[in-house]
């Protein structure tokens, strides 16, 4: 049996918004989940909803097997981290930590105890006499986040726990987040619009849009299986590149360069002869010049720009425009008309009409 379940769950808020449709998932213990998709698609939503913060409209949520809907957040067993920190001014990094314990009175030498190995797993131990205005804001987001793992709960929600901090600081926390995962091996759910940290923290991410998961899967899954359009667009960064077009004779264009679908579906391409089809590709799966079973285009070099470990390459080839991402040391001249190879088996067909992958 699963750990957590949630049974066809929906949320129409009082005004009759409908945020949250039929989500459906199974989640084991020890995992980390990732709610990823973009602003208001309803992550939060669904979380606060876990959390017992917000009514579940319909469906079951279950824990343990035990349905959950009625339970108050505290008999769920579930702490969550805030976007914003809320640490108290006035207290130390120490006394934050302790709050939900002295709160339920536990004995000073367990909290002692206890705040100091959390302090331990979060690399505060020299900050424990500090008042949260002498840390910076990384420093302050252990404190919030050592208040939530101190209590003994059997389940961590975070609301974009990231997202008041600096680019480095996030990448910093990222990975210490991922840390304190692997030593505690607390069951996590976890809230962002980012992509990269999605596919870094998860074993499996949920993708949203507009109150819909649209595809549940590992990392690898997501980048390499998407089921549709918006998934295969919403990972990997720069994007994937789409060209849309009508099939005719089997073929659709980019720019001047007709694509063979049949290369790539064989006989099924009948069944696309007249209709839309999504030809998509990743900027990172091209080479550059030309290779066997690939797709060859001819296009012009619009701008470069080079980033220390790649070159993005952004190309036009008639009304079409595309990314590549090369090597730094193959970086092409803008202006001159470059030919690339996109290999077939790189390649991702998507029904024009469905947006749905055509396996
Ligand atoms: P996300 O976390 O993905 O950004 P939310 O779950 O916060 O999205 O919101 C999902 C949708 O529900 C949004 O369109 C938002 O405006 C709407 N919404 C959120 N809270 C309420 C509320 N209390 N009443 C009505 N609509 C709400």
Redesign the pocket.
């Known amino acids: 049996m699963s750990y957590l379940t949630l049974k066809d769950i929906n949320k129409i808020?009082?005004?009759g918004?409908h945020?949250v449709h039929n989500f459906n998932l199974e989640i084991d213990k020890g995992e980390f989940i990732v709610f990823v998709?973009p602003?208001?698609?309803?992550?939060?939503?669904?979380l606060r909803m876990i959390a017992g913060l917000e009514d579940i409209s319909d469906g079951e949520f279950l824990i343990n097997g035990v349905r959950a809907n009625e339970m108050g957040p505290r008999e769920r067993e579930i702490a969550m981290v805030f976007q914003s920190y809320a640490l108290y001014p006035q207290m130390t990094v120490f006394d934050n930590i302790a709050f939900g314990l002295t709160l339920q009175g536990v004995d000073e030498d367990v909290i002692e105890q206890k705040v100091k190995k959390t302090a331990a797993i979060l690399g505060l131990t020299d900050y424990l006499d500090r008042l949260p205005r002498a840390l910076s804001g990384g420093q302050r987001q252990r404190v919030a986040i050592g208040r939530a793992i101190i209590r003994k709960v059997g389940v961590f929600l975070m609301d974009e726990p990231l997202s008041n901090l600096d680019a480095k600081q996030r990448v910093t926390m990222r990975s210490e987040i991922a840390q304190i995962h692997h030593e505690t091996g607390a069951t996590t759910i976890y809230?962002t619009?980012d992509q990269t940290e999605a596919m870094t923290l998860a074993d499996r991410i949920v993708v949203?849009k507009d109150?819909y998961v649209q595809q549940v899967g590992t990392p690898y899954e997501l980048y390499y299986k998407p089921v549709n359009v918006f998934v295969a667009g919403f990972i990997g960064e720069p994007p994937m590149n789409f060209i849309r077009g009508t099939v005719k004779g089997g073929k659709i264009l980019f720019g001047n360069n007709a694509l063979d679908i049949t290369k790539k579906l064989g006989d099924k391409a009948k069944k696309y002869e007249g209709k839309e089809i999504v030809f998509g590709f990743r900027p990172e799966h091209i080479e550059l010049g030309e290779v066997k079973d690939a797709y060859l285009v001819k296009a012009e070099v619009e701008l470069t720009e080079m980033l220390g470990d790649n070159t993005n390459i952004y190309i036009t080839a008639g009304e079409d425009k595309a990314i590549l991402k090369v090597d730094p040391h193959d970086t092409p001249e803008v202006d001159t008309a470059i030919t690339f190879s996109i290999p077939v088996k790189e390649v991702y067909l998507f029904d024009g009409e469905t947006e749905m992958v055509i396996e």
Not at 39 to 46: E, I, L, R
């Open positions: 808020y009082p005004n918004y945020a998709g602003s208001g698609c309803g992550k939060s939503t669904t809230v619009h949203m109150g």
